[in-house]
Every structure is written in C-alpha cells, then in structure tokens.
C-alpha cells in the first residue's frame, strides 16, 4: 500500500536553531499533505495544510513565520521549525491522500526536542 | 467547527475479552476515519466510513457509521495484546483531508 515517510524521526536542537522535518510520499504524487502536531497523551492538531506550488494553509493560532511549510514537488513536503524553543518540542506527523476520496495515510512522525 | 469525542478515554481489558469504542461528533460526519497510534509513533489506518449505516470489517475489528452519521463505533472481538494502543476517530468536515481528530481511547489488553 501507499507509504509516507518521514526525516528525521527524531531530532534534538538547541534552543535558537532551526529544525527541517521532510515528508514523502514514496509510492503516490501527493498535490495535498497535512502537518499535525501532537502533545505528549494528546491528540493530533492540524497545523497547516501543505499544497504542491503554492503557500501552505495555515490553522488559526499557527505562527506561519514560525512553522515554514513547502512542498516544492508532488511528493515532498517539508516543514521546518525556525527559531526553535521548548515550548516547540512535540511530535509532529504529516499526511498525505493517493487521490481523491482516498485513503489518507500518515508518516511515522518525527519527534522534535528542543534543549 | 466540529468536534470528536471518544468514549471511553482509556480502557483495560482481559486477553479474549470483545470491546467497543464509540466516537460521537458534534455535527454530520461525512468521511470517518478510524486509526491506531501506539504512543510517539505514526497512525495505521483502519477503515473510512462514509454512508449511513455502513459497517467494515478487517479481520477482528469492526466498525459502523450510524444512519443519522453522528456516531461510529469501533467493535473488536476476542482481543489480543497485538490491539493494545491508542485508537483514535477522525472526521473529514471539508472533504479535502484534512482531518479533525478525537482525544483517542486509549487500550490496553491484559494477557
């Protein structure tokens, strides 16, 4: 079936630097992929939506200078946490649908620590 | 905007033992999803439901979309610990993917 990869799956920062997290799609062109964030024993949170060619959609209460999204091709997405600060250390998981009306399915997520 | 509740938030069961999780939405629901977290990992699918009354079945889960499609349940007979994890209920609002999700149920099947 359809995967979804992500890079790194884990990753520990300083506070102050910036952090890239990649989404791919390795087996689907995905014009559409999805940014969640998840707090420990929370659910997900839509962050941003990531459209192929143009400026993510970005969810209420998302810094989009904070959290910059591109999708420079149809099957990667990357979001890259600039400015990184504790409070930013999450787990952070993309998705992305093979079509249509289809399934949607998730990276195995990347967990971000910020020191 | 619409909201997800799951219920029960957490749930310990013998090994062999069937359950059922329910997901509840504040509104319509037009595309549910249901998926399978274990803590810090990605998400399995596991079944979409889009119809009123639909019902799908993988192997020893079961889930249904009520007619009214407001409620879906997720039913898993004679448990094993391979089902232990967080399952979590997602509904499509726009029909464009992105998902809103509930807090998840979190189980836990004793051997």
């Known amino acids: 079936g359809a995967v979804v990869s992500q890079h790194p799956s884990w990753v520990i920062c300083k506070s102050g630097t910036s952090v890239k997290i990649e989404c791919r799609s390795l087996?689907?062109?995905?014009?559409?992929m999805f940014w969640y964030r998840q707090f420990p024993k929370q659910s997900l949170m839509l962050m941003a939506t990531?459209?192929?060619?143009?400026?993510?959609?970005?969810e209420q209460g998302v810094e989009k200078d904070k959290f910059l999204i591109n999708h420079a091709s149809l099957t990667l997405s990357t979001l890259t946490v600039t400015s990184a600060h504790p409070e930013d250390s999450s787990f952070y998981i993309c998705?992305?649908?093979?079509?249509?009306?289809?399934?949607?399915?998730f990276g195995e997520g990347s967990r971000l620590t910020v020191l | 905007s619409q909201e997800l509740e799951q219920s029960p938030q957490s749930l310990i069961v013998q090994e062999g033992k069937n359950l059922t999780i329910n997901c509840t939405s504040s509104?319509?629901?037009?595309?549910l999803y249901w998926y399978k977290q274990k803590y810090g990992e990605g998400l399995i699918f596991l079944m979409m439901l889009q119809k009123g009354g639909e019902e799908k079945s993988h192997e020893k889960i079961t889930a249904k979309l009520d007619e009214k499609k407001q409620q879906s349940s997720l039913h898993i007979t004679a448990s094993q610990p391979s089902h232990a994890g967080i399952y979590l209920c997602g509904a499509d609002p726009l029909y464009q993917g992105n998902l809103i999700f509930g807090k998840g149920t979190k189980l836990s099947v004793k051997p």
């Open positions: 509104k319509t629901l037009y595309g």
């Open positions: 998705s992305a649908r093979a079509g249509p009306g289809g399934e949607l399915f």
């Open positions: 990531s459209n192929e060619g143009s400026k993510a959609t970005y």
């Open positions: 087996d689907f062109q995905a014009t559409t």
